[in-house]
Every structure is written in structure tokens, then in C-alpha cells.
């Protein structure tokens, strides 16, 4: 398993492509969600992502302070084979280059609330009561670093 850590202006073509249909499948077509899924803030993200001979098998993204909170976040978090351990490992890279790349000494996430239990294993907290985005219960959560 090769881990990728990218800017947008590093990510090959091929890359950005896989990338980009694979959070398409997972958020639109498999959540049915009609979100738009290409939302202006890949230029202005850090793209973490584990590739095998298969192609990517998980994929988040770190944005600095600004672009989407007053704090860093981390988000689209995708793991293609669940249970086996691929969204722990990505979810801790995500967290090692908000702290490294950004200096955050804060990361503030909107998780699906059936992921809630991923991201208390590394230690993010609650910080809202359920909403709906795009038609799918979610919580804020805060990590303090």
C-alpha cells in the first residue's frame, strides 16, 4: 500500500480523476446525495490518499484554516474496503499533516453520524447535535491537539 500526499498542483491528471470519480461514486451515487461533489476547495487542500495495484482504496483531504471553518478540517473521508482498517490508517495521516503542514493545534470535522465511533478512536469529540447535509444526519466534531 503506497501512501500519497499531495497539493493539488502535484496530483497527476490520472490521479485527480480517480480521486474525483471515486468520491463521486461513494458521495452521489452510492449515498444518493445530489451534492456537489467538485466544490472549489481541492485547489486549496492537501490530498492524502493509500493507493495499491487496484487503484485508491481511502482518500481524505486536509484544508487549512479558512477555507471551509475558522479551524483546519479534515473531510471527505473515504475508506473502499470497510473494516479493514484503511479509514483508521488515513484518518491518523490526515491528522499528522493538519499538524505538520498547518500547525493546527485544533481540527474541526462534519462526520456521518454512523462514522461518529472512527473519529473518537482518535480522539475527535461531539461538539453539535445532529443535523442534515445533503439529506444525511451528521455531527460537528473537534479535535484538540
Do not use: W
Not at 103 to 111: G, P, R, S, T
Amino acid at each position: 500500500m503506497e501512501l500519497n500526499i499531495k497539493k493539488y498542483e502535484e496530483l497527476t491528471k490520472d490521479e485527480l480523476y480517480e480521486i474525483l470519480r471515486l468520491r463521486s461514486a461513494v458521495f452521489v451515487v452510492e449515498q444518493h446525495c445530489p451534492l456537489e461533489e467538485i466544490d472549489g476547495k481541492d485547489k486549496n487542500a492537501i490530498h492524502i490518499f493509500l493507493r495499491d495495484n487496484e487503484g485508491i482504496e481511502a482518500y481524505l483531504r486536509v484544508l487549512d484554516r479558512g477555507v471551509s471553518f475558522d479551524e483546519v478540517s479534515i473531510g471527505r473521508v473515504i475508506a473502499v474496503k470497510r473494516r479493514c482498517g484503511f479509514g483508521t490508517r488515513i484518518l491518523k495521516e490526515g491528522i499528522h499533516v493538519a499538524k505538520e503542514k498547518y500547525q493546527a493545534n485544533k481540527i474541526v470535522i462534519e462526520a456521518q453520524t454512523y462514522a461518529k465511533g472512527l473519529y473518537e478512536k482518535q480522539g475527535f469529540i461531539k461538539t453539535s447535535e445532529e443535523f442534515l447535509e445533503d439529506g444525511i444526519p451528521h455531527i460537528k466534531m473537534t479535535l484538540n491537539l
